[in-house]
């Protein structure tokens, strides 16, 4: 189940200026249609789409507004800015305010059909958090790249380890984490909202006993915009005492098959 970030209520219309600042006027002109959105090199709205409200009606995506001098000044709706920026929104009735960002320092919300977050030995398959959908490991092939961020890195901490992955859209990331302490090690992974005051989307944690290995997968929308592919995990004892001992590894494959197996991973790292 996905979590539904965007909750605008009564401002399905509700549109953010974004050139200009022009005061509105019921003589002057507005229209639909004129302009797209692109970001980042990547088009995310052609001109004259429109975007679903929760209703289901269609509204427009980009309204122009034309002075009496000509000028033209383009406004986006705030749903659309939201999904765009990977912002919390919601709507303020007592005070009749749209709210963007979080407002709850450090809030945290669990993906999938947990209420809660809970601990197990496997994680919760076909849980979703932004552009990323925990997938099993062992449907994983690619023969086109990979990237590398952490390649059996040997980690020993009294704090754990807590790594950031700026993915590609498409690909799959693969995190294998292999406890060689004695004690249980919490595999947490989660993805932070982009405008937000530290607020976390989080798929279920699981337990890594002593001398156990854990895999973990995650797949990369086609369409993921370059704010809302972040990923992070965090690996720690909890409140187990002692220290750490870990080996670590993290990638992301291109080109994938999930109707193949790991066969072509595995042959790589005994390869090495």
């Known amino acids: 189940m996905k979590r539904t970030k965007i909750d605008v209520g009564i401002c399905t219309l509700a549109v953010i200026c974004l050139l200009g600042t022009t005061v509105f006027a019921v003589s002057e002109q507005f229209s639909t249609g004129n302009a797209g959105i692109r970001m980042f090199g990547k088009t995310e709205l052609e001109a004259g789409e429109t975007i679903a409200a929760p209703n289901g ?35 303020d009735s007592s005070n009749d305010c ?11 919300v669990s993906v999938g059909s947990a209420e809660n977050v ?26 086109k790249g990979m990237t590398i961020w952490l390649n059996d890195a040997c980690i020993q901490s009294d704090t754990g380890i807590t790594q950031r992955l700026n993915c590609a859209a498409g690909g799959i990331v693969l995190i294998t984490v292999t406890n060689n ?6 595999f947490n992974v989660y993805r932070p909202v982009t405008v937000s005051d530290g607020e976390k989307e989080i798929f279920q944690s699981i337990k890594i006993a002593s001398g156990k290995t854990a895999v973990r997968a995650f797949r990369v929308n086609e369409d993921a915009g370059v704010l809302t592919s972040v990923l992070e995990f965090s690996i720690d004892g909890g409140s187990e005492s002692g220290m750490s001992d870990l080996k670590v590894s993290a990638m992301e494959y291109y080109g994938i098959s999930v109707e193949e197996t790991m066969k072509e991973f595995a042959g790589w790292k005994a390869g090495k």
């Open 57 to 91: 009606q269609e509204i427009p995506g980009v309204i122009t507004y034309t002075d009496e001098a000509g000028g033209m000044t383009n406004y986006l709706s705030i749903r659309k800015i939201a999904e765009l920026f990977d912002a919390t929104i919601s709507w």
């Open 98 to 108: 749209i709210v963007i960002g979080s407002e709850n320092k450090g809030a945290s």
């Open 181 to 186: 302490g004695e004690t249980d090690q919490f």
């Open 118 to 143: 809970t601990i197990g030995e496997t994680p919760e398959f076909g849980a979703t958090a932004g552009p990323f959908t925990e997938i099993k490991p062992d449907k994983i092939n690619s023969n």
